[in-house]
């Protein structure tokens, strides 16, 4: 049972094109995440969703919005993709009732810009 | 500006000996610590926490030592074993916040030789 499943695994397009990544989480939890890690490591929060409400936009470009359909659902759309966006993308969630409530990973989506 | 760094971007150690992960801080404001551990194409796991309040938290093999003076975190693993061969990402935030942001260090790649 995939506790958090993010779709697709890869995705290789052109620069230019529009992708979506989806991701969904079956742990009963109420808040989502997206996090990128870059070529140098490093994980950075992108965006985090409590009850479909935002309440977590790093500086990500206005290209990238996400979208959280209900509480179990946080998906990311990515308009006119640059070579820079090339990374690792990971859905997270977690149950934000207190501070100790850790955060749990999907596998990630590796996405390619040609 | 990285507020968490894991200084040894690698570590070799044989197995049943101790394993020593280490972790900087910059931000005096963070007060919750976590560390993750990641196979490779799979997300981060939670691996084990720390408040500010302790100095040290254990669970099996796994230790977690923080000295606030010197904004520095130490993750012990022993006696090691090979499945433990893994990158562990340190992650800090701050209570007082309402979404609970994680900042994530680079990671340490540890490798334990049988």
């Known amino acids: 049972d995939t506790a958090v499943s993010q779709t697709p695994k890869y995705l290789v397009t052109q620069m230019g094109n529009d992708k979506s990544i989806k991701c969904e989480q079956n742990l009963g939890h109420d808040t989502m995440y997206w996090y990128k890690q870059d070529s140098k490591k490093f994980l950075k929060i992108m965006f985090s969703y409590n009850n479909k409400e935002l309440i977590i936009n790093e500086t990500v470009p206005n290209r990238f919005s996400p979208k959280s359909p209900d509480k179990a659902h946080l998906n990311l759309h990515i308009n006119s993709l640059e070579l820079g966006d090339s990374a690792v993308y990971f859905c997270?969630?977690?149950?934000?009732?207190?501070?100790?409530?850790?955060?749990?990973f999907g596998d990630g989506t590796r996405l390619s810009i040609l | 500006d990285q507020q968490v760094k894991q200084n040894s971007p690698s570590l070799s150690v044989q197995e049943g000996r101790i394993s020593i992960l280490n972790c900087d801080y910059t931000n005096s404001m963070f007060d919750y610590f976590l560390w993750y551990k990641k196979y490779p194409a799979e997300g981060p796991t939670f691996l084990i926490s720390i408040s500010s309040i302790k100095d040290k938290n254990e669970d099996g093999r796994f230790t977690v030592f923080l000295n606030k003076s010197a904004k520095h975190l130490s993750l012990h693993i022993v006696p090691s074993q090979p499945g433990d061969s893994a990158v562990y990402f340190c992650a800090a935030t701050y209570s007082g916040g309402s979404n609970y942001k994680l900042t994530f260090g680079k990671g340490t790649l540890l490798t334990v030789n049988p």
């Open positions: 997270a969630s977690s149950q934000v009732s207190g501070i100790g409530q850790p955060q749990h």
